[in-house]
């Protein structure tokens, strides 16, 4: 019984708090409305008579409002639910839209009629009823603002636009008075047009984000986690544009332009030895001759410190270019990360299972019929796995298995690991060798040994893993994460070891920097000796630049090292592709009209989009990126064009040659997951790109540092001779120790602080879903207990009802087919529908006969009192079947 | 719009874009849609808003729609009669509900409505056998049905009623990690 009096019972608590509202809105309204009707007499006939009309309307409106009053209320206040919204959108149908009785349309009509009749004479409205009329302006403009996320139908969201548009028209111009009424209009006009410049702004906004379209249409093919590698490749494409922004306008383009042009110096001149060769292809394709003596790289850059007409501090731009290319990087990564954790929220308990997995597992942007017969399929099988589990859900004989398997793989794992880094340290070492014996003596396989060898591990290895992870039996999901942890471990590795044997490289660099500094010394000793026995007045013969020795220059060797890791990188991912995946297509559809068996469904098939390996590749290209940019400013430029290419080609590859995976999941929140590693990656490239910078002096005869003891030097001199005096005083004395090391004391306690509220934050927040879920089980509990009480009572009164009927049924047989006819046809009058009860029972005892039906008819019919056919009987059928079968159980 | 015919008023498209998750140019391009799946019903001519609606049958066969399984009821829910004809009005509102851009209250509110077969504004049981059977193409057994069915109501039914509510649904489906990504 409880059961059924409960729903009409809370609602009627909810619809007395709503009926405080409006009641005194109407109060409001009528007053004001006793106002205009008395300024209404003071005017002219005509307009009378148009108030007549009016009145008139008002008058039918009211008493349509009375009718629907009830209602009304319970929509007034902001609660409203679907179930209501449905019923209204039924009701639209039948009654005008302008006259409807929906809440705000209604509430506004009334204003507007209101206004409508002040209109005539704005400055004889009082100021209480101007800053009512200034309230429902601003209520109409919050409205059209909001009104994109209304639940409603086109037609009234149209409808209430053009009204409170025109509404807002009117009534705008007329508040204010006098002299501000002038600044009012324009204000309001001035938001007008600004309103217009940011639609139309946004408009080009969107219009303006390239591949839309081409994702779109990947999106429908292969679900969201193919998309999400798009994604996530055009985010990256719109940081190298700025990083490649920076590099160009305030490195490049000023150092060509304004600076010392090629041929004048030594370090712009390509030596004598090379000069023969520095235009042939394989040495250009390697960044030698003429390439490397360019802005691409490092060693061309001059040392002066002011460039051109404008006085461009050329060796401070570089520097602070470098900077702000990391500093920039950060700010991006940790600010979309931070957007992503506050989108994603909560979600991680396991509290709803089934339900989650019934309304949200399907990918509503699937429209490929092959992607949705996957889909179907993995959401078939998830089910299944959850039900096994379920009814199984401790089953642990053969967890000792899958946890010697999962041992057993993450050693393989570690095997492949430790082999890989071991294969590339011996290889660098070999290609040093190598290296010092001359590399024309050497084949094109042992000259490109090293990046070979990394992009052949980086395509087999992950492979290698996949094999592994399939003994470990993991979630596609969790599968996903390790296999990017493993490939992420991979990579990284092989990136240091690179990384470790440069090193080894730079500081044979210096050694034999050393010894061509004293050689050139000697060099230049002996020519001047010669040249002042020759001549003792004339200045030193000039030598041209590319005679002049010099030294090896390791920043540049840096910079071409990872020029050229990215070009070796970028050709076998396209190699790849074209082998791997075209190929592969084409041979698997044109051989299958003459093999032994299928190959489309057998053996090779067609190949599916690897995201996790594509995602990685794309993450350690920009580490590379983060890590080289500084010796060689023309890695962004090339990112740029890699990432653009790769564009294309990737999108028209996934969708003329791969299939949609077998095991559709959505990329929910992994996204981040992508955007960590991603700042794990930039934290660890900017290491030693930071290690190299702070600690290795430049060399002496290249770069814009040379000269400098330290490049980080340039800061200080600027500070010393372009600031005035007090400034670098100032700076000195902020920089001391004594300044910095209670201000990082101070940030870290900040950051201490930060992180201890937040983590109570959490705590609160997971006590307080405890309570809720604990409540909500009390509630079950109790609806139950109740609904089980019911049911005894029921059961007492049958037998009760039983044994006074056995009494009865001698006496009175015929009576009591009577009764009983009576009591069909009048409970098929109420209901529309035959009872489903048993046809032997009869007299149902008053005291059982439950309270709920009562307290519910004439709520149900009040609140559908309007509602023309349609929802009536849908809406009844549920509730009036329950409570008799309640009633004869 | 330049030369081209027009299609809406200036005043149309801004009404359109305030009422609307879209731009100019993709309401345009809708009109584009909707004009296509019925050329000889709709006109390319909307300044003075005709009224005509595109049946059931012909808007559950646009590849944005052809695969879902909810396909019929997405658009009957769209729709003011409840049979799944759609006027251009309707057309523009689902597609806005269903962009990237909407709220997740917006997408919830919809979402019941499109779960709630029977339109009694309770996902009963009835309800989500068939939202199951669609989601799996009847492939489970009516046993696992059942015990899903059922598994499903007792984790979100706060109310014990032994159907979901609609404030029950939105307490689930904002809480879960897919929804809208």
Redesign the interface.
Known sequence: MK?GR??PEAKGGEREEEEEQPEMKRCKTAKRRKNIKNENARKMEEEEEEAEVRNAKRKKKHAKREKGEREEREEDGGKR???E??RE??R??HTRVETSSEPETSEEDELEEESEESEVRPESLSPEELEMLKEAVYERKKL?QG?????W???E??VT??ESQEFVEKYEGALGKGKGRKIYAYKVMMSKKWMKFQ?DF??FK??CIPWEMKIKEIE?HFG?SVASYFIFLRWMYGINMILFCLTFGLVMVPEALMGRPYGTIPRKTVPRAEAASAMDFAVLWDFGGYAQYSVLFYGYYNNQRAIGWLKFRMPLSYFLVGVGTVAYSYMVVIRTMARNAN??G????N????????????D?L????E??DNK?AS??TS??E??LE?QESCKDDNIHLTRFLRVLANFLVLCCLAGSGYLIYFVVRRSQKFALEGLETHTWWERNEVNMVMSLLGMFCPMLFDVISALENYHPRVALQWQLGRIFALFLGNLYTFIIALMDEINLKREEEKIIKFNITMWEASLYNATGSENSTALPVTFHPADVPRGPCWETMVGQEFVRLIISDTMTTYITLLIGDFLRAVLVRFLNYCWCWDLEAGFPSYSEFDVSGNVLGLIFNQGMIWMGAFYAPCLPALNVLRLHVSMYLQCWAVMCCNVPQERVF?A??SNNFYMAMLLVILFLSTLPAIYTIVTIPPSFDCGPFSGKKRMFDVIQETLESDFPAWFSKVFSYASNPGLVLPFILLMVLAIYYLQSTSKSYKEANVDLKKKLQTQ?EE??R???LA?LKAQTDLEEARAATQTAEQKNNNASLQHQHAEEEEDLGSSQRKNGRPPPSVRHQDGRPPATRAPAPRTLHPDTHRSLGYLPGG?FP??R??RMHRVPSLQRH | MGNKQTIFTDEQLDAYQDCTFFTRKEILRLHGRYHELAPHLVPMDYTNEPDCKVPLALIVNMPELKENPFRNRIVESFSEDGMGNLSFNEFVDMFSVLSEMAPRELKAIYAFKIYDFNVDNYLCKEDLEKTLNRLTKEELTPEEVQLVCEKAIEEADLDGDSKLSFADFENMITRAPDFLR
């Not at chain 1, 009104?147 to 639940?151: I, N």
């Not at chain 1, 509290?351 to 597992?361: A, D, E, I, L, V």
């Not at chain 1, 699937?366 to 019929?369: A, D, L, Q, T, Y």
Request: glycine share 8%.
């Open positions: 059961k409960r729903d639910r679907v179930k919204k449905a959108g039924r639209r149908t059209v009104l994109r996320g209304k639940p139908p086109m037609k969201k149209l636009l053009r639609r946004e408009n969107t219009a429908s969201s989108e994603s909560v979600g991680d308990d509290s709803f299972n089934f339900s989650w997995k019934m309304f949200t597992s399907w509503y699937i429209g490929n019929p992607t949705a179907f959401i078939t089910f299944k959850a039900i379920e959505k929910s929140g909500n509630n079950k109790k609806n139950k609904a929802g849908q809406q059928e549920p």
